[in-house]
């Protein structure tokens, strides 16, 4: 079993940047790919960017390409997501996602762009 906690999230102004943390505990041995994904009052859960090891390839959404950053600490068991030049349509409840055999979800933390 894997545990994902997410932390960071809150209010910031347009133009504004934040930084989301997961920290994972648990067997976190066998995970292969972490990421962060999000979703919107009304609308689907929608990939954010996601880092797979070993080799660090990540992937990004159209939206987050050269405004978000994934980073992922192997040693610490955390993945990080740099959000900046955030607008009010990044508002949603971003959520880490941990693979292993199976997809594990955290909880979910709630980041509002206000205009």
């Known amino acids: 079993q894997v545990q994902l906690v997410e932390s960071g999230g809150g209010l910031v102004q347009a133009g504004g940047s934040l930084r989301l943390t997961c920290a994972a505990s648990?067997?976190?041995?066998?995970?292969?790919?972490m990421g962060w994904y999000r979703q919107a009052p009304g609308a689907q859960r929608e990939l954010v960017a996601t880092v797979s090891s070993p080799g660090g390839f990540t992937n990004y959404a159209d939206f987050a390409q050269g405004r978000f950053d994934i980073f992922r600490d192997i040693d610490e068991n955390t993945v990080d997501l740099q959000m900046n030049s955030l607008t009010p349509g990044d508002t949603a409840v971003y959520y880490c996602?941990?693979?292993?055999?199976?997809?594990?979800w955290g909880k979910g933390t709630l980041v509002t762009v206000s205009s």
């Open positions: 996602q941990a693979v292993t055999w199976r997809d594990y």
């Open positions: 648990g067997t976190t041995a066998g995970i292969h790919r």
